[in-house]
């Protein structure tokens, strides 16, 4: 329940909410002034916009790894139904729609998951302190992350996930908001200028980097695919740190 009101509270949400439930005063006016051809119709696409929301919801929630990445998906798709459902009652009431959601996007942003597993939040002197410091872990896991970037926001729970897994003696997990100090992102050569390379991670071992995503732009576009739990164990080879832990290497 305390998680409900929290959600609930956040304005990026409760502003969607509020959006969403107007259309029930609109509907009930309009169906007393709509001729019958056309509350058939409008009845129709409702109808139909519930069934493609259901459907795409219902792949989302079997593909998606975490509730923030569902949840941004599922207020898009109702964006759109809700913007083709008002097209056939009025095309003005379409563009105020619009107009409002631009509104919530301009003003609000969905928020950054507040779990952080076993990841620890440090500053750049923090940072630099614990790769620096040998009685620390072998390796370091850091997730660069700005909460102004959509992707960081989707990705974030998927790093709190992983750091509950993996974390051990040996590996330990750690997150740097860049927005929060920017001049880390020059350090480490991560452009803020390019959301393409928002969230980064870079894996350290004693201090030294030894594997990134996304890599260091060097004039070369490469498209990478979301960030996902499995992606990023795969690329930092997660699974072989654990068992050499395990097995005592």
């Not at 609109?26 to 051809?37: E, K, Y």
């Not at 459907?55 to 998906?73: G, M, N, P, Q, S």
């Amino acid at each position: 329940m305390e998680w409900l009101n929290a959600t609930v509270s956040e304005p990026y949400y409760l502003f969607h909410l509020l959006a969403f439930f107007s259309y029930l005063p609109i509907r009930c006016s309009a169906s007393l002034v709509l001729s019958p051809d056309l509350t058939h119709l409008l009845l129709r696409r409702e109808i139909q916009a519930v069934l493609a929301f259901l459907a795409l919801a219902a792949v989302k929630l079997v593909r998606e790894e975490t509730w923030d990445a569902f949840i941004a998906d599922s207020l898009f798709f109702s964006k759109v139904f809700l913007v083709v459902v008002t097209l056939v009652i009025d095309y003005h009431l379409a563009l105020w729609y619009i107009l409002i959601f631009l509104v919530i996007f301009t003003l609000t942003q969905q928020p950054v998951s507040q779990f952080l597993g076993t990841a620890s939040k440090l500053t750049p002197l923090q940072l630099e302190t614990v790769l620096n410091d040998g009685g620390t872990s072998r390796f370091w896991l850091v997730e660069f992350r700005s909460s102004c970037s959509s992707s960081c926001i989707r990705a974030s729970r998927c790093f709190a996930d992983l750091s509950i897994t993996y974390s051990n003696k040996n590996l330990s997990f750690a997150i740097v908001d860049l927005g929060l100090f920017p001049i880390v992102a020059e350090k480490f050569g991560i452009s803020l200028g390019s959301m393409a390379e928002l969230p980064t991670y870079i894996l350290f071992e004693n201090a030294t980097e030894i594997a990134r995503l996304p890599d260091i732009d060097l004039g070369v576009k490469i498209s990478y695919p979301p960030i996902t739990k499995r992606l990023l164990s795969r690329r930092f080879e997660l699974d072989r740190l654990l068992l050499e832990y395990v097995n005592g290497k």
